[in-house]
């Protein structure tokens, strides 16, 4: 039960007509596992991101591990993934065999570094052993770099998976993110920008590949009278209640957009000012849907640290988080490749940054305490 004086980190805000959805589902007893509402906001998704095709599943994860099977990754297979990202965007490809390597990011948008990337394809020429996949991610929102990352892709004709899933609603050169990949997924996670509780959704222009991630989501099922299997599939499926709640939240996301980028702009007016503190950038061509609000502290300007402004935060029973702790860095990937860039940019961002609460939900009131007391762990204020 979510506690009552306690402001979070990012979560879920309803709009209210979610319940509508629910009881029309109760009301057909279309309860699960599929129906009416799966197939509707997967057309929903698929047109708002400019797809042909859109698979909803029962996670992010299950769309990354989805869409990781169908560019054919398997045992020994190397792939490249951005380092800085959530352990989603690599485990269910690890899970199947492959081996990652990772990039550093950017400093100009945190995301994939295009000349680290460029490194890591030519390490790989050298060898002899391409990559199958790269996984480019859209951290707290933004957009990678697409102008730069996708060419040195394509013409090595190295497909890229774009892990969307913070990014719902976030723009590149006026395109909705999870279309630029030849895989693109969203998560609809509970803390996500839009939720269905729990949820993903799997997207792509091949409608031939949808097709068969759809087959495989559904324990891949012969055409056959009986329960037939010549593939071992999942059960991955998103329930037709939780679509619902999906179809009505997806109609509230340009606002819940709109919502959290205002969120941002005050922190970085109250808070911008202070030396030593930095907010995450946007590109000139991107409109990021500002999902988390990061921000790096570096402590030798600032007289403080990002671990003790989230203690204070704490104090006031303030959710807030780290900046993702690299892979490349991760006990578990201990052994992995890595392409710095210029250094290591991903590990300085993780030693520095920090998330603030971002809800659509946030009161104003809530937001300038969050901001007061931000400020009172600098030494000489603003
Ligand atoms: C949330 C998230 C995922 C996983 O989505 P789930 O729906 O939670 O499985 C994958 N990648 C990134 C970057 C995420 O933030």
Redesign the pocket.
């Known amino acids: 039960m979510a506690e009552k004086n306690r402001i979070y980190l990012s979560p879920p805000h309803m709009g209210g007509k979610e319940i509508e959805y629910i009881k029309d589902a109760f009301g057909t007893n279309w309860i699960a596992p599929l129906g009416p509402h799966v197939e509707a906001f997967e057309l929903e998704c698929a047109q708002a991101a400019g797809v042909k095709a859109a698979l909803a599943l029962t ?3 299950a769309a ?1 591990h989805l869409s990781a099977r169908l560019t054919g990754i398997g045992p020994g297979d190397l792939f490249f993934c951005s380092s800085l ?2 352990v ?2 690599v485990a269910p490809i690890v899970q199947i065999g492959g081996i990652p390597a990772f990039i550093d990011s950017a400093p100009d948008t945190w995301n994939m570094s295009p000349s680290a990337l460029e490194r890591a394809f030519r390490d790989a020429e050298a060898s002899g052993r391409m990559p199958k996949a790269v996984v480019i ?1 859209n951290l707290y929102g933004e957009p990678c770099d697409m102008d730069a990352i996708l060419p040195l892709c394509g013409k090595r004709g190295v497909p890229v998976i774009e ?1 969307a ?2 990014s719902v609603g976030s723009l590149y050169r006026g395109r909705p993110t999870g279309a630029f990949g030849k895989f693109g997924f969203y ?3 509970g803390n ?1 920008i839009i939720t269905t509780s ?3 959704m799997l997207l792509s222009d091949d409608e031939e590949a949808i097709a068969k991630a759809r087959f495989w989501s559904t324990q891949a099922r012969d055409k056959a009278p009986w329960y037939q299997h010549s593939e071992l599939g999942y059960n991955f499926r998103m329930s037709n209640l939780l679509a619902g709640v999906g179809r009505a939240q997806l109609k509230l996301l340009e606002d819940r957009v709109a919502r959290r980028r205002a969120i941002f702009e005050r922190y970085r007016q109250e808070l911008g000012g202070l030396s030593g503190v930095s907010f995450m950038p946007e590109s000139h061509l991107a409109r990021s849907n500002r999902w988390l609000t990061a921000l790096v502290v570096d402590p030798a300007i600032a007289g403080t640290t990002n671990l003790k402004i989230m203690e204070a935060l704490a104090a006031e029973n303030i959710e807030s988080r780290p900046v993702w702790k690299p892979m490349h860095l991760q006990p578990v990937f201990s052994g992995a490749r890595y392409y710095g860039h210029d250094g290591d940019k991903s590990g300085a961002l993780f030693d520095n940054g920090l998330c603030l609460p971002s809800g659509s939900s946030l009161s104003e009131e809530d937001q300038a305490l969050v901001i007061r007391t931000v400020l009172s762990v600098f030494p000489a204020g603003l």
């Open positions: 996670s992010g994860t990354a990202t959530f989603a965007s991610v892990d899933a913070e998560s609809f996670n996500k729990g949820g993903g």
